[in-house]
T-cell receptor, first 110, second 115 residues
Framework: QKEVEQDPGPLSVPEGAIVSLNCTYSNSAFQYFMWYRQYSRKGPELLMYTYSSGNKEDGRFTAQVDKSSKYISLFIRDSQPSDSATYLCAMSQGAQKLVFGQGTRLTINP | EPEVTQTPSHQVTQMGQEVILRCVPISNHLYFYWYRQILGQKVEFLVSFYNNEISEKSEIFDDQFSVERPDGSNFTLKIRSTKLEDSAMYFC?????????????FGPGTRLLVL
């Protein structure tokens, strides 16, 4: 089993839709969970981070962590064409390497 | 807003040549990292660096690779004898570490092409 699994998509939705992106993981020692956005041939840009379980909201973005199920999600409300990018989940045990998912390529259609 | 910077943005080299990739982490950060991303693949961890020494390295980070913090601001990745398979995007990252807050900020990357 891969340490972090993420559906690579591609995922295409109309503008204004709610987008749900997910990752599962196998290492129960992970404590820090992040979502990065990556535009083509650019560096990952930190969107959201969560420590341990729970929800975190920032504007149109909501991150959820369910450690009991080893499952994390990112929700994007009122999606915009500018949200089109690859979304990477990443996680770590703290002050250590990030383990990334494959990335989900998302396209928001006007 | 503070950011991680990397130079050069692109580098083309011949197989067997040495390359040095440079990074300036965010100034108050204490942990530094290198990752790479081969085209179409996952971002992969290479090495982490703290307190002037390597704290963790991956299997990819073999004897051909080395890292250094030559002064108070730069952080470098050296590949001694490049191979074709070293062609990738190399990202530097840095983080400040406090309890419950461990976020790594990435630079824009250096695209390395080995011919």
């Amino acid at each position: 089993q891969k340490e972090v699994e993420q559906d690579p998509g591609p995922l295409s939705v109309p503008e204004g839709a709610i987008v749900s992106l997910n990752c599962t993981y196998s290492n129960s020692a992970f404590q820090y969970f992040m979502w990065y956005r990556q535009y083509s041939r650019k560096g990952p840009e930190l969107l959201m981070y969560t420590y341990s379980s729970g929800n975190k909201e920032d504007g149109r973005f909501t991150a959820q962590v369910d450690k009991s199920s080893k499952y994390i999600s990112l929700f994007i409300r009122d999606s915009q064409p500018s949200d089109s990018a690859t979304y990477l989940c990443a996680m770590s045990q703290g002050a250590q390497k990030l383990v990334f998912g494959q990335g989900t390529r998302l396209t928001i259609n006007p | 807003e503070p950011e991680v910077t990397q130079t050069p943005s692109h580098q083309v080299t011949q197989m067997g040549q040495e390359v040095i990739l440079r990074c300036v982490p965010i100034s108050n950060h204490l942990y530094f990292y290198w990752y790479r991303q081969i085209l179409g693949q996952k971002v992969e961890f290479l090495v982490s660096f703290y307190n002037n020494e390597i704290s963790e390295k991956s299997e990819i980070f073999d004897d051909q690779f080395s890292v250094e913090r030559p002064d108070g601001s730069n952080f470098t990745l050296k590949i001694r004898s490049t191979k074709l398979e070293d062609s990738a995007m190399y990202f530097c990252a840095s983080s400040e570490v406090f309890y419950s807050r461990e976020t790594q900020y990435f630079g824009p990357g250096t695209r390395l092409l080995v011919l």
